[in-house]
């Protein structure tokens, strides 16, 4: 017998955005709508992040958000959900 797991999730349940540095890995978390500016560098131990503008992240944080509201409003006759990947199994 198969067994298939598919997680979704809806666009109301991304609250945030996490960042962890490759260099440092400590994390920062910025809600959707708190996402204004977008990071060049670690907060914590300042290496570069990108030497180019990242200002797409900063547009799916504020698409999301606004989607989100027009969703919570019952606007749209449909629900999105997007499927997520899961770790491979040890």
Not at 29 to 43: F, G, I, N, T, V
Request: with cysteine; charged share 30%; hydrophobic share 35%.
């Amino acid at each position: 017998m198969t067994s298939e797991t598919k997680t979704t999730v809806e666009p109301e349940d991304i609250l945030a955005v996490e960042l962890e540095c490759a260099e440092c890995h400590a994390r920062f978390s910025r809600p959707l709508r708190a996402y204004k500016a977008d990071p060049q560098e670690c907060p914590n131990c300042h290496a570069v992040w990108s030497s180019q503008d990242l200002g797409e992240l900063r547009d799916i944080a504020y698409k999301l958000a606004t989607f989100t509201e027009t969703a919570k409003r019952n606007l749209m006759k449909f629900r999105i959900r997007f499927e997520i990947s899961h770790p491979p199994r040890a």
